[in-house]
């Protein structure tokens, strides 16, 4: 009963290196997000996906780009990393919409990043 | 856009206290409410939710009701336990669509024996 599975749990980078978050649900849901959490800031939206091929901007999208190749994997990757994105960055993944469906979201443990 | 203000913390109680964490939000039309769980080194979890005005959710010992008279979504428990000890999360749906949840900063919860 794996869930919401992330790869990988933590990582360092320098300046200007590029990695791409790997995000993975074997629950058939059709909504996915990507989200960051600092100190004092709760959890932000970066990007999300309503289904297979399709992604949008969240709240802080600036310097991540997504793709969603299938419906089961979210990737979120950094082209040019920055010491402003040293996160915890949590991917999430809902049945149907959570406002109009009511379909809660179902979190991974998240990937702690830092960069340097 | 919807938004959501909680009570900033920590909040330090003693074993059996009463809880309340409030929540309060700004919002066109009649968001889903939640509330979030996370336990240190984990991702959140729901702990509870309601969809229109006067539901009550509950679970665990927590209850929060939806009220649109004050847009508020405070979250309580009678008797709180060690094990409660958290960091707890307001939420609602972004927008019409609803496509997204914003989450609150976020309460911090210490319970102490």
């Known amino acids: 009963n794996a869930g919401v599975t992330q790869t990988p749990k933590f990582r360092v980078l320098k300046t200007g290196q590029s990695m791409t978050l790997l995000c993975a649900q074997d629950m058939n849901h059709e909504y996915m997000y990507w989200y960051r959490q600092d100190p004092g800031m709760g959890l932000r939206l970066i990007h999300y996906s309503v289904g297979e091929g399709t992604t949008a901007k969240g709240e802080v999208p600036d310097g991540y780009n997504v793709s969603r190749l299938k419906k089961q994997n979210f990737l979120l990757g950094l082209e040019s990393a920055a010491p402003s994105q040293t996160s915890v960055y949590f991917c999430?993944?809902?049945?149907?919409?959570?406002?109009?469906?009511?379909?809660?979201?179902?979190f991974g443990n998240g990937t702690r990043l830092t960069v340097t | 856009g919807n938004s959501v203000t909680q009570m900033e913390g920590p909040v330090t109680l003693s074993e059996e206290a009463f809880l309340t964490i409030n929540c309060t939000y700004t919002?066109?039309?009649?968001?889903?409410l939640f509330w979030y769980v996370q336990y240190p080194g984990e991702g959140l979890q729901l702990l509870l939710k309601?969809?229109?005005?006067?539901d009550k959710g509950s679970n665990k010992g927590f209850e929060a009701t939806y009220r649109k008279e004050t847009t508020s979504f405070h979250l309580e428990k009678g008797s709180v336990q060690v094990s409660d000890s958290a960091v707890y999360f307001c939420?609602?749906?972004?927008?019409?669509?609803?496509?997204?949840?914003?989450f609150g900063k976020g309460t911090t919860l210490s319970v102490s024996s």
């Open positions: 999430a993944s809902s049945y149907g919409s959570p406002g109009r469906n009511n379909s809660p979201l179902h």
């Open positions: 919002a066109t039309g009649y968001p889903s």
């Open positions: 939420a609602l749906s972004d927008n019409q669509a609803g496509t997204a949840l914003i």
């Open positions: 309601a969809t229109k005005a006067d």
